[in-house]
């Protein structure tokens, strides 16, 4: 018997990791993957801000733990990932949302070590955590991996519409999240055998209230929806890829842009 759409999408008993959420695009897909019933652990650097997170989505009546955790260090990751397990005795799905720019230097005058940074929290803890995340999942035959990227993982961004006082996507944040777009293909590839759907999604300008005035304006008259994303536009996406409703989804990307994409 075929099922509903409303069983396809339960997550009811599923357990989730979501890295880099403490604030948000993290947040908003710890309260999809949580509205639908999973229990989600949320994990960063930022160790208090991921308990202060979850102590208030958790007064929401959502199952939140927040806990420490160094994407880029192989030992954290997996120290994360074998508490999980050992707490529930499954890991369901993987958000791997943790990442940032870290430049905002004129790309001749860069320092090669904020290249570096860019790749190693962006890049480097994709494959982390991913990689850890598959090896948890491949016992169990199945399991939702979601990475994420950017419009510029495949696109430029045009530096003459961005003022000095945003923090740009520059080049080495591009060229990791390029990285991360075709790490997830290949994940996509080597996991596939195993039932485990490894897929990105690619948002837009989604600027945090910080931003001012005059770029916000920029970027919606960029934007052919003539809006900038909120973090809410990307909760419908991660359900879809995180439950049943998309288990014959692998290796692709989900552009969430307003259409920026387009021109």
Sequence with gaps: ???????????????AVVTGGGTHLGTAFTEALTDLGAKVYIASRRKELCEETAERLRAEGRNVIG????VS????????IYRVVAENDRLDIAVCNAGGSFTNSYPPDADIDEFR???????????????????AMIPAG????????????????????????????????LAAKGGVLNLTRAFAAEFGEHGITVN?????????????????????????????????????????????????????????DGGWSIW
């Design 1 to 15: 018997m075929s099922r509903s759409v409303q069983e396809l999408f339960d997550l009811h008993g599923r357990v």
């Design 67 to 70: 806990l420490g955790c160094d």
């Design 73 to 80: 260090d192989e030992n954290e990751v997996d120290e994360l």
């Design 117 to 135: 940074r860019t790749l190693d929290v962006n890049l480097t803890g994709t494959y982390i955590t991913a990689q850890s995340a598959g090896r």
């Design 142 to 173: 199945k399991g939702s991996i979601i990475t994420l990227g950017s419009i510029g993982a495949t696109l430029s961004m045009d530096p003459r519409i961005y003022n000095e006082n945003f923090r740009r996507s520059g080049p080495p944040y």
């Design 200 to 256: 990105c999604i690619s948002p837009g300008q989604i600027p945090k209230d910080t931003v001012d005035r005059d770029q916000v304006e920029t970027f919606r008259n960029m934007i052919p929806l003539r809006r900038t994303g909120l973090s809410e536009d990307l909760k419908g996406t991660v359900a879809l890829l995180a439950s049943d409703a998309g288990t014959w989804i692998t290796g692709q990307e989900f552009r969430v």
